[in-house]
């Protein structure tokens, strides 16, 4: 009988010890949880400044207006340099804006995904050339004026960047943008 009485107050003791630890592990999980969807509520929440979406969105239009020339060239290039050339700015530009979008994904930035209207028309009038006129044409635009203005609106956007993913990015495009311009002056001299 006193087995019984013990054995007895001793399943009550574990039945209660059990329900506390299920009840402080559900309240642990439901603390955790909020705690999670408060979090990516923080980092989905917290939006690029104005100016560092702009220079991300400028980013990706360098990169995307200078791979849609560069595949104009490398099928109407006649100089074998000028494809050259070209075939380079769709590796080095293609590879700059998949990290462009990589990071404007996580910002929750929504990109162009075309050329921009001045860059269409350019394309219209590469695609009217041919031979060494086209050569001549697509250098000077796509390889010359167009990087000036890249390398000009890099160096002014990371002076403001707030955004250290965004800031890295203008930082890594700065120097191959500098080496694709001295590139093409080399060439067009």
Avoid: C
């Amino acid at each position: 009988m006193q087995k019984s009485k013990t054995l007895k107050g001793l399943l009550a003791a574990s039945v209660v010890a059990a329900l506390f630890s299920t009840v402080s592990v559900q309240a642990q999980t439901q603390t955790n949880a909020a705690q999670g969807d408060a979090a990516g509520q923080t980092a989905s929440s917290a939006r690029l400044s104005s100016g560092d979406e702009k220079a991300l969105k400028d980013m990706a239009q360098a990169n995307i207006n200078e791979v849609a020339a560069a595949k104009i060239a490398l099928s109407k290039a006649e100089s074998s340099d000028v494809k050259a050339f070209a075939q380079k700015m769709v590796d080095d530009h293609g590879a700059a804006l998949t990290k462009v979008q990589t990071v404007a994904q996580q910002k929750g930035v929504t990109l162009p995904t075309e050329p921009d209207a001045q860059h269409k028309a350019m394309a219209a009038q590469l695609e009217k050339q041919s031979g060494d006129a086209f050569d001549k044409m697509y250098m000077e635009n796509a390889g010359t004026k167009d990087h000036q203005m890249v390398l000009s609106k890099l160096q002014s956007d990371a002076k403001n960047i707030k955004d250290a993913d965004v800031k890295a990015l203008a930082d890594a495009h700065t120097p191959v943008v500098e080496q694709h311009l001295k590139m093409a002056q080399e060439m067009n001299k």
